[in-house]
């Protein structure tokens, strides 16, 4: 496995309008690394994946992913650019008017020139891959929660992008399936080689499959811890650092007792 | 297999030997953009020269995933079709593990659930049937939920959201009057213009006035009125209430103890009873001074004779009529594009098909009522 970086984010400045959420953030993401980026509510967590995927520009700095320059390359490089990443978004975005199968198909039919029968025959792989057997035929509507995940993340796999972006992908799943999805993640990195970035705050879920986190904190706009999660945890001087992964309050509100 | 350099093309080679054995030499990188051509060439090349085995090699790839693994399976899938021997050469733990990512389906038969394409006409004539009736029952019972709703309101006047309505008054109300407005007035142009071409042949030019003030005030004007305020706000209704719906947001009101009709309906349908009247009444004025435009500057009439004409036409009674018109028409519409949007069920398309439905549904009632208004007046006068 080499550890060469595919992505490297550099003097980063990144919000919504004028306002700035990330200020001057830097980190990379090894190749067929699973980095989780984590922080509390509202730190910029979803954010830095908006930036890091292209939907926004950022107000400063570079992002490379795979050596270009999203920030700041052409439309071709971008598209380019594109075709190496997957996405999950926290709701799936599945295509509600089109059946499991075609939303699959989609990025297919796009990118690649195979014969239908064998993108037939790929999206029962895919499908398989999620455990999603059987399901072709189904509308969105008619899935669960964690299994619209699955659609969504097939859809994601679909053109094997070197890259896969997950927002939350266990948020609002029970602890079970959210497991599931967790195992599924580790599965498709070793075999596939995938790297995934993944955005999350479920702690279960960050010490199963992070090998590496970068932690962001509202305050600082930036970042202010990266490394092994289970090291952070025992070792990190930092007070929101320790509080995040201990579960505790850092407010420290005593109860009355009175 | 190594990964020496991932950016070599993708090649293969076929070996036959006298025997009738083949191999398949892979060589480079199989990915998505390789598999494709790959497997649309190499069906035709199996079916015409293997003769007893096919070999495939794969140890010189230096980069394999799961269209690779597809365009293995699939070989094997042609290989087995025409009973001949199929090795695989060259793989190593990762190959290995990618293809029993898949393993279940390489052996999985073909049971793939596609739903019938020709199917019985009497299952197909049952099944709109059951789905018109349970559309008209929910209608009904729709018109139920509202009528409750209403009853509540004159009980509990307090309980009628007031400033949803004014909001809602002023969106389908304030904002429609340049649109009415203007399709009205070149409505009385163009009809007064039109029939001065016949009355002014009998020298009949001020009887102008009259049929443009009758047809208007007692026909046109609610008609054309109700069909722009259910293209403008009918559709809105249905919209609205119908992503409301698919965002959980209806459950929510339901849940919190709110009835979702009182909420949502009520407000709209009130808020266009009061206005589309109003609306029918402006849509007869400017329909009028069309009228009165081409009068005064095409047939030599005078205002004052125009306007004193119209006022002699024009009853009482016919103005009410077509104000009583107007109000049921702005139930219908509101009733529709509410029921519409509470129907919604799936995604953003279900949206816009309620859009549509209730803008089609509306116009078709419309009309529908209109020729029973005139049966009625028929007999009725």
Redesign the interface.
């Known amino acids: 496995m080499t550890t060469q970086s595919i992505i490297k984010v550099k003097n980063l400045i990144g919000g919504y309008g004028e306002e700035v959420i990330l200020n001057n953030i830097n980190f990379d993401v090894k190749e067929s690394e699973i980095l989780v980026i984590l922080g509390g509510s509202g730190c910029g967590k979803s954010t830095l994946l908006r930036h890091m995927v292209g939907l926004n520009r950022p107000m400063g700095g570079n992002i490379y992913v795979d050596g270009v320059d999203i920030a700041s390359c052409h439309d071709a490089e971008f598209k380019k650019t594109l075709k190496k990443i997957g996405i999950l978004f926290q709701g799936a975005a599945l295509?509600?008017?089109m059946t499991v199968a075609e939303n699959i198909a989609l990025p297919i039919l796009e990118?690649?020139?195979?014969?239908k029968?064998?993108i037939?025959?790929?999206i029962?792989?895919?499908l398989?891959?999620v455990e999603l057997?059987?399901y072709?035929?189904h509308?969105?509507?008619e899935l669960s929660g964690g299994m619209k995940k699955r659609a969504g993340l097939a859809r994601a796999l679909a053109?094997?992008p070197k890259i896969l972006f997950l927002d939350e992908p266990s948020a609002g799943l029970d602890p079970i399936t959210s497991a599931e999805i967790d195992q599924l993640i580790l599965h498709i990195n070793?075999?596939?080689g995938t790297t995934v970035v993944i955005v999350t705050h479920e702690l279960a879920s960050i010490f199963a499959v992070a090998q590496r986190v970068v932690m962001l904190d509202k305050k600082k706009k930036g970042i202010i811890a990266e490394g092994d999660p289970k090291f952070l945890k025992q070792h990190s001087e930092n007070e929101t650092v320790k509080a995040f992964f201990n579960r505790t309050s850092k407010s420290a509100i005593q109860p009355d007792r009175n | 297999m190594s990964f020496p350099s991932e950016n070599v093309p993708f090649q293969y080679e076929l070996i036959e030997n006298k025997m009738g054995d083949v191999t398949i030499l892979l060589k480079g990188r199989m990915d998505k953009e390789a598999a494709g051509t790959f497997l649309r060439q190499i069906h035709k090349l199996i079916k015409s020269k293997v003769s007893s085995s096919l070999s495939v090699d794969i140890e010189s790839l230096n980069y394999f995933d799961d269209y690779g693994a597809l365009a293995l399976m699939e070989i094997k899938e042609c290989i087995k079709s025409i009973d001949k021997q199929f090795k695989l050469i060259g793989t190593n733990d990762r190959v290995i593990s990618i293809l029993n990512l898949f393993d279940r389906n390489l052996q999985a038969p073909n049971d793939i659930k596609t739903p019938p394409t020709t199917r019985n006409p009497l299952v197909l004539v049952g099944e709109s049937s059951l789905k018109h009736f349970f559309n008209i029952r929910y209608m009904l019972s729709f018109v139920g939920s509202v009528a409750l709703a209403f009853l509540q309101i004159i009980i509990h006047p307090k309980s009628l959201r007031y400033g949803d309505t004014l909001t809602c008054m002023e969106k389908t109300g304030v904002a429609a009057v340049p649109i009415v407005g203007l399709i009205s007035f070149l409505l009385g142009l163009i009809m007064a213009f039109m029939s001065s071409i016949q009355l002014q042949q009998f020298g009949a030019n001020i009887y102008v006035a009259s049929l443009v003030a009758i047809a208007m005030v007692s026909e046109l004007g609610p008609i054309m009125t109700a069909i722009v305020v259910a293209g403008r706000s009918g559709s809105a209704f249905a919209a609205e209430i119908g992503t409301m719906k698919i965002s959980e947001e209806v459950d929510a009101l339901y849940t919190m103890g709110f009835n979702p009709t009182l909420f949502l309906a009520v407000p709209r349908i009130v808020a266009s009873l009061i206005v589309v009247p109003i609306l029918a009444l402006f849509s007869d004025i400017f329909a009028i001074a069309g009228g009165l435009t081409v009068g005064v500057l095409m047939l030599d009439l005078t205002a004052s004779s125009y306007i004193s004409q119209t006022i002699e036409t024009l009853t009482l009674f016919e103005v009410t009529w077509g104000l009583m018109k107007s109000m049921v028409f702005a139930l219908l519409i509101s009733w529709v594009g509410c029921l519409r949007g509470f129907q919604v069920r799936g995604g953003a398309a279900a949206v816009g098909n309620a859009a549509t439905s209730a803008v089609v549904t509306s116009i078709f009632l419309i009309i529908l009522f209109d020729s029973l208004f005139a049966i009625i007046r028929t007999y009725w006068g």
């Open positions: 295509f509600g008017s990118y690649t020139d195979l014969p029968k064998s037939k025959n790929l029962r792989m895919k398989s891959l057997d059987g072709e035929n509308l969105p509507f053109i094997n070793k075999v596939l």
